[in-house]
């Protein structure tokens, strides 16, 4: 059996049990897009600034599922990755964290954020400790494991009521200059008319926005490169125009939406036997329903068989 139609370095993974080919590699199926690749070399040139008093800001904006924490998450996995490689030799004992990337609490809670910040840099958190000591203790930390750019995903969830929003730009300016790191900032639209409202820290940030992706010759490119990394045995047309037309209007470009997608549909191909994801197996699984159901779809979607 060929599987010409697979990118090499996946292709030993085609006669793996479902557990390892689908459940366990799908987190590592990354598809790197023009825009993603802007993204990083934006991040990279933070990695290289280090400390600093008046740290630059990266925002990172776009809509939900647009795989914004995705992008995030296979960064600093890389970023790690290169750092264990590497080898560097540390004149402290703590490990080399160059990054860290933290989700921000729902309730703008300041000792779970440093508890947070604490644990992602290697150090148990006191929950008996005193509040005034934890920004000192996390700054002293960075120094020890080398931290170069800290991430904070989901900065929406702490943009507070109206009568509370200076005070929470107030803290945002204040953990930047304690920090001492370039910062990137990830969240929805309303985060970055959030911070925009500040004028000094609008002079701090770039932005970024994370669009979906477009339904012309992207989104086919798109389809065309995952294809090559889901290992399945056969080959899945997911470029042609039915399938592009079935997946786009289902995900509406969004890239989280379209992977969770691809991945119910490639467990019903290897369930069924057919080795192969088509339009069939994609409408077929619950998570579609869902949301065919959501869009409030009267027809079907999917070319007739």
């Given at each position: 059996?060929?599987?010409?139609?697979?990118?090499?370095?996946?292709?030993?993974?085609?006669?793996?049990?479902?557990?390892?080919?689908?459940?366990?590699?799908?987190?590592?199926i990354?598809?790197?897009?023009?825009?993603v690749?802007a993204?990083?070399?934006?991040?990279?040139?933070?990695?290289?600034?280090?400390?600093?008093?008046?740290?630059?800001i990266?925002?990172?904006?776009?809509?939900?599922?647009?795989?914004?924490?995705?992008?995030?998450?296979?960064?600093?996995?890389?970023?790690?990755?290169?750092?264990?490689?590497?080898?560097?030799?540390?004149?402290?004992?703590?490990?080399?964290?160059?990054?860290?990337?933290?989700?921000?609490p729902?309730?703008?809670?300041?000792?779970?954020?440093?508890?947070l910040m604490?644990?992602?840099?290697?150090?148990?958190?006191?929950p008996?400790?005193?509040?005034?000591?934890?920004?000192?203790?996390?700054?002293?930390?960075?120094?020890?494991?080398?931290?170069?750019?800290?991430?904070?995903d989901?900065?929406h969830?702490v943009?507070p009521?109206?009568d509370?929003?200076?005070?929470?730009?107030?803290?945002?300016?204040?953990?930047?200059?304690?920090?001492?790191?370039?910062?990137?900032?990830s969240?929805?639209?309303?985060?970055?008319?959030?911070?925009?409202?500040?004028?000094?820290?609008k002079?701090?940030?770039?932005?970024?926005?994370?669009?979906?992706l477009?339904?012309?010759?992207?989104?086919p490119?798109?389809?065309?490169?995952?294809?090559?990394l889901?290992?399945?045995?056969?080959?899945?047309p997911?470029?042609?125009?039915?399938?592009?037309?079935?997946?786009?209007n289902?995900?509406?470009?969004?890239?989280?939406?379209?992977?969770?997608?691809?991945?119910?549909?490639?467990i019903a191909?290897v369930?069924?036997?057919?080795?192969?994801?088509?339009?069939?197996?994609?409408?077929?699984?619950?998570?579609?329903k869902?949301?065919l159901?959501?869009?409030?779809?009267?027809r079907t979607l999917?070319p007739?068989?």
């Amino acid at each position: 059996m060929t599987l010409d139609h697979l990118h090499p370095d996946v292709r030993h993974l085609a006669s793996e049990p479902i557990k390892v080919r689908i459940y366990e590699f799908w987190p590592r199926i990354f598809v790197q897009t023009k825009t993603v690749e802007a993204i990083y070399r934006e991040m990279d040139r933070l990695v290289l600034r280090g400390d600093q008093a008046r740290s630059p800001i990266l925002l990172l904006w776009g809509d939900s599922n647009v795989g914004k924490t995705a992008l995030l998450e296979r960064y600093v996995r890389d970023k790690m990755e290169e750092a264990v490689q590497g080898g560097e030799v540390r004149a402290s004992l703590y490990p080399n964290i160059p990054v860290i990337m933290i989700s921000m609490p729902a309730d703008n809670n300041r000792t779970e954020f440093f508890e947070l910040m604490l644990t992602k840099l290697g150090r148990v958190f006191n929950p008996y400790g005193k509040n005034d000591a934890l920004s000192p203790v996390t700054r002293k930390l960075m120094e020890e494991v080398g931290l170069r750019l800290a991430i904070f995903d989901e900065i929406h969830n702490v943009i507070p009521a109206h009568d509370a929003k200076a005070e929470m730009l107030r803290q945002i300016k204040e953990l930047s200059n304690k920090i001492r790191r370039p910062m990137v900032l990830s969240g929805t639209r309303e985060a970055y008319e959030f911070i925009s409202a500040s004028i000094e820290l609008k002079e701090r940030f770039i932005d970024i926005e994370m669009p979906r992706l477009e339904r012309g010759d992207e989104f086919p490119t798109f389809l065309r490169t995952i294809a090559r990394l889901i290992p399945l045995k056969k080959p899945s047309p997911l470029s042609k125009s039915e399938m592009v037309d079935l997946l786009y209007n289902l995900s509406e470009g969004l890239t989280g939406r379209l992977s969770e997608l691809l991945y119910h549909a490639a467990i019903a191909a290897v369930e069924d036997g057919t080795e192969r994801i088509t339009a069939d197996n994609v409408i077929s699984t619950i998570y579609a329903k869902n949301i065919l159901r959501r869009l409030g779809a009267v027809r079907t979607l999917a070319p007739e068989p």
